[in-house]
């Protein structure tokens, strides 16, 4: 049992995108490594795109609207993070991928 995660929900959650994430890769025929660090480095750059459209759209309510501020800062904090820790989550199923199915694949 796990202190951080004692009913191995987070591990069953993990598990399943993992699952999900190699299915597509699978479907889509990413089946170097090469392929899937593109799809990694791909997938940073979108991540930072949606960051800057995040702060485009909000820095002008922030300067317009000052009795806005918390709760589009709060919305625009929601937003970024979610975006960091999909594309953290996509990033990681994607190294497991490469690790556990395309070396094992390609190895032998």
Same mark, same amino acid.
């Given at each position: 049992?796990?202190?951080? %995660?004692?009913?191995? !929900? ?15 890769? !699978? %479907?889509?025929?990413? %089946? ?63 190294? !497991? ?12």
């Amino acid at each position: 049992m796990k202190l951080n %995660d004692p009913f191995g !929900r987070m591990e069953l959650r993990h598990q399943t995108g993992y699952e999900s994430m190699r299915n597509t890769l !699978r %479907d889509s025929h990413i %089946d170097t490594p090469q392929a899937a660090q593109e799809v990694i480095r791909q997938t940073k750059k979108r991540a930072m795109k949606f960051i800057g459209v995040i702060v485009a759209v909000f820095l002008p309510v922030f300067v317009l609207s000052p009795k806005a501020l918390p709760v589009t800062l709060s919305i625009a904090v929601f937003l970024v993070a979610w975006i960091a820790i999909s594309a953290i989550n996509g990033n990681r199923y994607i190294q !497991r991928y490469i690790d556990e199915d395309l070396t094992s694949v390609n190895g032998k």
